[in-house]
């Protein structure tokens, strides 16, 4: 008797299965942007590693558990599985809100994808060195990333997960690209795939309002691991699930996306990490503008912070449904998802950085008194040119008036330092912030080794991914 054939893959899913087997980077542009990701996801992971809320989630899951010849974990001495190793490193570039993003009609952070490239480069490499052969080399480590963060970027392009968590694509991109990485079929990649789409979504609760809170910070982290999970259990043979998005009733599109399918107007490329978007200061993307707004005001302003009646924000629609956030605020995790928050901070101290989200620094009354006059609306321009993909801006603009009737300039940013339309000036930003970074948790003579092995793209991509992170363990 024969057996039901299986059904064919969902387009979705093959045409990024062929994409990581069929596609060769050529883009020079791309692996200089894929350095500098690299460069700044780093700096994040270890400047977070002096929190004592995120330190608390690191480690083997069960205390002083070892694994030899495991993945190792920047900035400590953890060897880890990999998939334990993905969740520590996810959680500490995440934690500070400073690593890079991307978005358009969905937003997300595509160096995410680094927790999980990380871990299985380094135990691979280690593996194939304990088996005579040769580690792996940061040039494959930077294909990886670019096509990871091109799997995730063009998903986010035309669809818009609202409700869900937007993390959820990391562990799609993540789990496939990983597959490949270590040498998977293109059943196996295909089932990885599709068990990553089969998990569902996350609730966005804990990025929101009164439940905004410190899992945002590891949720990155935990999607990171759990790619790995998928990916290695697909090495092992695990079915895929064909029609997972299409299944009638039961697929992703009838019971999570209203029965739609997912739009898409470009291939796949190298166009994402092209065009990734830096963060200069420690909060939500789209107010990175905003905080450049208020740092220009503040000598205006800093010494006259009682004589202000009122200020308006104009922006666009998404920081308006992200970060427009009134009434207390419990913890830094909602701080740094707080407009009125960020740019009160902005304006009375010219500046924004990790130390001022404690509970100590949001204590000073001046901050909240300011929050309480601000008016944030939304600027329909802004909002069309944060859509449209010639422009892609985050735009906003900040005006202070004062009760004698007096006013400041209305100051307008479209571009963050960190867009690709400032990149030569966002290139400085990133370094000078990478140097700050490591200088939180390296002695000097180790901080310029990490800084000469980044410094030459040639040089950089030949190294040994063993090397690279022999160099950045404690």
Not at 299 to 324: C, F, N
Not at 425 to 439: L, S, T, Y
Not at 442 to 450: D, F, H, K, L, V
Request: proline share 4%; aromatic share 10%.
């Amino acid at each position: 008797m024969l057996s039901p054939s299986k059904p064919p893959y969902d387009k979705v899913l093959v045409e990024v299965a062929d994409y990581l087997l069929g596609y060769e980077v050529k883009s020079a542009e791309a692996f200089r942007m894929a350095r500098y990701t690299l460069m700044d996801t780093v700096g994040c992971a270890v400047a977070a590693l002096n929190v004592p809320e995120c330190i608390k989630l690191l480690g083997p899951i069960v205390p002083e558990a070892t694994c030899p010849n495991g993945a190792r974990v920047p900035g400590t001495q953890f060897e880890l599985d990999p998939v334990t190793a993905a969740f520590n490193f996810g959680t500490a570039a995440r934690w500070l809100e400073l690593n890079d993003s991307f978005s358009a009609v969905e937003g997300a952070h595509p160096s995410d994808n680094y927790a999980a490239l990380l871990a299985v480069a380094d135990y691979l490499s280690r593996r194939q060195i304990s088996g005579g052969k040769k580690s792996l080399t940061i040039r494959d480590i930077l294909v990886a990333a670019i096509k990871a963060y091109e799997v995730q970027g063009v998903l986010q392009l035309l669809n818009s997960f609202a409700g869900y968590d937007y993390i959820m694509l990391t562990r799609i991109a993540a789990a496939a690209t990983v597959t490949h990485m270590m040498g998977g079929t293109r059943e196996q990649i295909l089932s990885a795939l599709s068990n990553a789409w089969a998990d569902g979504v996350h609730l966005k609760a804990y990025r929101q309002a009164e439940n905004a809170g410190e899992r945002k910070g590891w949720a990155a982290g935990d999607s990171a691991a759990r790619a790995v999970r998928l990916a290695l259990i697909a090495m092992r043979g695990e079915m895929g699930y064909p029609t997972v998005l299409t299944a009638k009733r039961h697929g992703f599109y009838d019971v999570l996306y209203k029965g739609e399918p997912f739009k898409f107007d470009q291939g796949y490329g190298s166009y994402v990490m092209e065009n990734v978007i830096f963060k200069y200061v420690p909060a939500g993307n789209h107010g990175q503008t905003a905080v450049e707004c208020a740092t220009k005001l503040h000598p205006l302003v800093k010494d006259r912070i009682s004589e202000i009646e009122s200020i308006t924000i104009d922006t666009q629609y998404k920081l308006l449904g992200i970060m427009d956030k009134k009434g207390p605020l419990l913890n830094p995790a909602a701080r740094d998802h707080c407009a009125q928050y960020i740019v009160a901070v902005g304006m009375i101290y010219g500046g924004l950085d990790v130390e001022q989200f404690s509970d100590e620094f949001a204590a000073d009354p001046r901050i909240d008194a300011l929050r309480e006059k601000m008016i944030v609306r939304e600027d329909a321009r802004y909002s069309s040119d944060f859509l449209d993909p010639d422009k892609r801006s985050k735009a906003n603009a900040i005006q202070v008036f004062f009760k004698d009737g007096s006013k400041t300039p209305k100051v307008e940013i479209e571009y963050s330092v960190g867009h690709p339309r400032r990149r030569a000036e966002g290139i400085q930003m990133v370094e000078a912030k990478f140097r700050r970074n490591i200088a939180r948790r390296y002695p000097r003579a180790r901080q310029n080794e990490i800084l000469e092995m980044f410094g030459d793209q040639g040089a950089f991509e030949a190294i040994a991914v063993t090397e690279f992170m022999e160099c950045l363990v404690i």
